[in-house]
């Protein structure tokens, strides 16, 4: 039986995905969303992990709330936050049915390949949806995957020797087609450095 993201994070733990990324791509990835980000702005960290992002956003000054679906993470997330003293609501949640009503966030960032740990289209389609659902008027969705050449989904995925959830390997084509199923207007698709690699985007304004 394949594992999910919370079963597969879980039993790795956060050490583990921490020591994944080093302390250099992170501020690299930190400068490239403070560019976009605007302080006034309501955040939602989306698959927010341990709070590698939100944590340093908000030390920074920016208003920001993360969730993710494996708890452990979110426990981690909690603790670091309290020990910095910084006021940052962290919630255990997945993102095909998020926890928030409508219209709640200026904007909402999915990050480090998350949104590609869900190979069904259907909740592919419900994740973008929801995002689209909990974000302001002119508000910013920003997606960030790994830029492959082909697109559909990896069932047999091997992480640092490791066997991992199913993954799905996105295109230009295949975010495009998402968008067309979810009936959004008012996207951009661009490929740009992010922490020193080629990743692709998907940016969504809530029009």
């Given at each position: 039986?394949?594992?999910?993201?919370?079963?597969?994070?879980?039993?790795?733990?956060?050490?583990?995905l921490s020591d994944r990324k080093?302390?250099?791509?992170?501020?690299?990835?930190?400068?490239?969303?403070?560019?976009?980000?605007?302080?006034?702005?309501?955040?939602?960290?989306?698959?927010?992990?341990?709070?590698?992002?939100?944590?340093?956003?908000?030390?920074?000054?920016?208003?920001?709330?993360?969730?993710?679906?494996?708890?452990?993470?979110?426990?981690?997330?909690?603790?670091?936050?309290?020990?910095?003293?910084?006021?940052?609501?962290?919630?255990?949640?997945?993102?095909?049915?998020?926890?928030?009503?409508?219209?709640?966030?200026?904007?909402?960032?999915?990050?480090?390949?998350?949104?590609?740990?869900?190979?069904?289209?259907?909740?592919?389609?419900?994740?973008?949806?929801?995002?689209?659902?909990?974000?302001?008027?002119?508000?910013?969705?920003?997606?960030?995957?790994?830029?492959?050449?082909?697109?559909?989904?990896?069932?047999?995925n091997i992480i640092d020797g490791?066997?991992?959830?199913?993954?799905?390997?996105?295109?230009?084509?295949?975010?495009?087609?998402?968008?067309?199923?979810?009936?959004?207007?008012?996207?951009?698709?661009?490929?740009?450095?992010?922490?020193?690699?080629?990743?692709?985007?998907?940016?969504?304004?809530?029009?």
């Amino acid at each position: 039986m394949q594992k999910t993201s919370r079963e597969f994070y879980t039993e790795l733990g956060v050490k583990w995905l921490s020591d994944r990324k080093s302390a250099e791509h992170t501020e690299k990835e930190l400068s490239y969303l403070v560019k976009l980000l605007k302080k006034e702005w309501m955040i939602l960290d989306l698959a927010c992990g341990y709070g590698r992002l939100a944590i340093p956003l908000a030390a920074q000054g920016f208003r920001v709330e993360g969730i993710d679906v494996t708890p452990i993470f979110i426990e981690k997330a909690r603790e670091e936050a309290m020990r910095r003293n910084l006021s940052v609501e962290f919630r255990v949640g997945d993102m095909t049915a998020l926890p928030y009503g409508d219209c709640s966030f200026d904007s909402v960032i999915c990050m480090w390949n998350a949104f590609s740990e869900m190979v069904r289209e259907q909740d592919q389609i419900n994740a973008i949806l929801e995002m689209y659902r909990v974000l302001k008027k002119d508000g910013l969705t920003i997606i960030e995957v790994r830029n492959h050449r082909s697109s559909g989904a990896v069932e047999a995925n091997i992480i640092d020797g490791y066997e991992a959830m199913p993954s799905y390997n996105h295109t230009r084509g295949s975010l495009k087609r998402l968008m067309k199923l979810s009936r959004l207007e008012g996207y951009d698709l661009f490929t740009d450095n992010f922490g020193g690699r080629n990743r692709l985007f998907l940016e969504i304004r809530k029009i």
